[in-house]
């Protein structure tokens, strides 16, 4: 009888360890971007990383690295549809190569305010578009809270309508709906990884960028591009994905704190950067940068010249749609 009760204990003992250990099972995310660690979306993710460690007791962990230190983005994202625990910062031009749809957030003039983005997230086209990233190409959003704000052309002259543009080389990323937008508004896109941009602009390789005030402070891009046009041509949402294997072998729970949490971060340093853009702004022209302001564009011909972007792409229909539960 003691040997039964002996064995009995044992038997129970190991059953609430093995149960213990299931629980205490750990799960970690490498989240990469390719900006600075001074830049505000680097304190967002580490914000991000802190609750969801917080909220898991620190099952649920993520480690944030800045400058692409986990490769280039296009890598990092097929890494990430084999399964690899790798979530990474993009935008929806990227993601436009699986989907083509999804383009059109970052098509020219297409979202305006950070209200259009919240109602953009529950659209159920959106949705839509969503899963079929998810189930057809592994990739799973987490968020698109993440508004850098407007992109602006940035060069060595002003550009007030889109003729001014014509025969200049502005560095854009080199995603098609990127490349066709800056076709499309007047000027010759030029592919570059954002480390090579102040080296070709300094041997005038390329003629200008188009970016947020934010990241083209931090990266002291005026030292080379002294002029801000401010065209607005582009309201930069970005996109939080992961590893769709990776997500889904996550307990519910994890999964649903992960997404609250990333979207939590997002909105607040989105709402961050749009109260800090005029103090941005204002140093840059402290340190020498000379502003066209919005004002002084002719934003309607740039308009007009964006929508050439969507025919080429072949997502007007998809634009429609957005603009239809957007009531615009």
């Known amino acids: ?92 031009a990227r993601l436009g190569n699986y989907v083509p749809e999804v383009a059109v957030f970052n098509g020219p003039y297409m979202l305006e305010s950070l209200d259009d983005v919240k109602k953009a997230q529950q659209l159920d086209c959106v949705k839509e578009w969503e899963k079929r990233l998810e189930e057809e190409f592994g990739l799973k959003v987490l968020s698109f809270a993440y508004v850098q704000g407007y992109r602006n052309v940035i060069s060595n002259k002003a550009v007030t309508k889109p003729e001014d543009l014509s025969g200049m080389k502005i560095r854009t990323a080199g995603a098609p709906i990127w490349q066709e937008s800056i076709r499309a508004i007047g000027a010759t896109p030029v592919s570059l990884a954002r480390s090579e941009i102040y080296s070709a602009a300094q041997t005038k390789a390329i003629d200008g960028i188009e970016d947020v005030y934010t990241a083209y402070a931090n990266a002291q891009l005026n030292e080379v591009l002294k002029v801000v046009s401010e065209t607005h041509h582009i309201y930069l949402v970005n996109v939080s994905v992961c590893s769709a294997d990776w997500f889904n072998s996550l307990p519910e729970e994890y999964q649903q704190i992960l997404v609250e949490e990333a979207d939590k971060a997002g909105y607040a340093v989105s709402e961050s950067i749009q109260e800090n853009a005029d103090q941005v702004k204002q140093e840059m022209i402290d340190a020498g940068v000379t502003i066209v302001p919005y004002e002084d564009i002719d934003i309607e011909a740039f308009k007009a010249a964006g929508e050439k972007a969507y025919e080429v792409m072949g997502i007007t229909e998809a634009k429609k749609a957005v603009y239809e539960g957007l009531g615009k």
């Open 1 to 92: 009888t003691m040997k039964k009760m002996l064995i009995g204990a044992l038997t129970l003992s190991l059953a609430v360890a093995a149960s213990a250990g299931a629980l205490a099972e750990k799960y970690n995310l490498m989240f990469s971007h390719t900006l600075t660690e001074n830049d505000p979306y680097h304190q967002a993710f580490v914000q991000w990383a802190d609750a969801v460690s917080e909220r898991t007791n620190g099952e649920l962990t993520i480690d944030v690295y800045a400058n692409a230190q986990l490769g280039a983005e296009e890598d990092v994202i097929e890494q990430m549809r084999m399964g690899a625990n790798i979530g990474h910062n993009t935008d929806f």
